[in-house]
């Protein structure tokens, strides 16, 4: 099927600093992304929809200037997250939508990466 | 609103145990409806989906019916194994205002532990 990597699977990083996460699609082309935020035991939840060649769009609540979208080519997208602090610790995990292999298909079904974790000091 | 809504976990079933997970939905229209499965140290997977009312999704031994009448998507499955263990997730596409592709709404997840 389809894979989507995430790189790096996980970071440490003191506070203040920032740190940049890359979401590849290695079989297929992507023109949308989508980034998802997962605290331990609880559900995913959508931050932004990255959109190539233009800007991301945020969801409501979701800081656009600390968690920077860059979707620069049709395979990567990339998510900064910037002045990182101890609450930006969490599991972020990115998809792409594409055509399934195996089930019925659509536009409307994901595949997500492996996700990575990041624990700021 | 648009939310997902399933039972609390966790769940723990003895190998070959009936399972159901239930979900709800709240949407306008009749959204495609998916579950996921995240296996420990494992990123999430499609694990089935229906698109339409009284579709039935199916994948390794897992059904789930849309019922558009109670909006609902339980997940169910015969005989559970020791593999299974993982949570699932169901789901509901929504639209994006911005590109083509819709966006997905998870529910809070369900763990399910299965012990020999």
């Known amino acids: 099927g389809a894979v989507v990597s995430q790189h790096p699977s996980w970071v440490i990083c003191k506070s203040g600093t920032s740190v940049k996460i890359e979401c590849r699609s290695l079989?297929?082309?992507?023109?949308?992304m989508f980034w998802y935020r997962q605290f331990p035991k609880q559900s995913l939840m959508l931050m932004a929809t990255s959109n190539e060649g233009s800007k991301a769009t945020y969801e409501q609540g979701v800081e656009k200037d600390k968690f920077l979208i860059n979707h620069a080519s049709l395979t990567l997208s990339t998510l900064t997250v910037t002045s990182a602090h101890p609450e930006d610790s969490s599991f972020y995990i990115c998809s792409a939508p594409g055509a399934t292999r195996g089930l019925a298909g659509g536009t409307d079904t994901q595949y997500f990466g492996p996700g990575t974790r990041l624990t700021v000091l | 609103g648009n939310s997902v809504t399933q039972m609390e976990g966790p769940v723990t079933l003895s190998e070959e145990a009936f399972l159901t997970i239930n979900c709800t939905y709240t949407a306008t229209g009749y959204p495609s409806l998916f579950w996921y499965v995240q296996y420990p140290g494992e990123g999430l997977q499609l694990l089935l989906k229906a698109t339409k009312a009284d579709d039935k999704g199916s994948n390794k031994g897992f059904e789930a019916t849309y019922r558009k009448e109670t909006t609902s998507f339980h997940l169910e499955k015969g005989s559970v194994q020791v593999s299974d263990s993982a949570v699932y997730f169901c789901?509901?596409?929504?639209?994006?205002?911005?590109?083509?592709?819709?966006?997905?709404?998870f529910g809070p997840g369900t763990s399910l532990s299965v012990i020999p």
């Open positions: 079989d297929f082309q992507a023109t949308t």
């Open positions: 789901a509901r596409a929504t639209p994006s205002m911005k590109t083509s592709y819709d966006k997905v709404i």
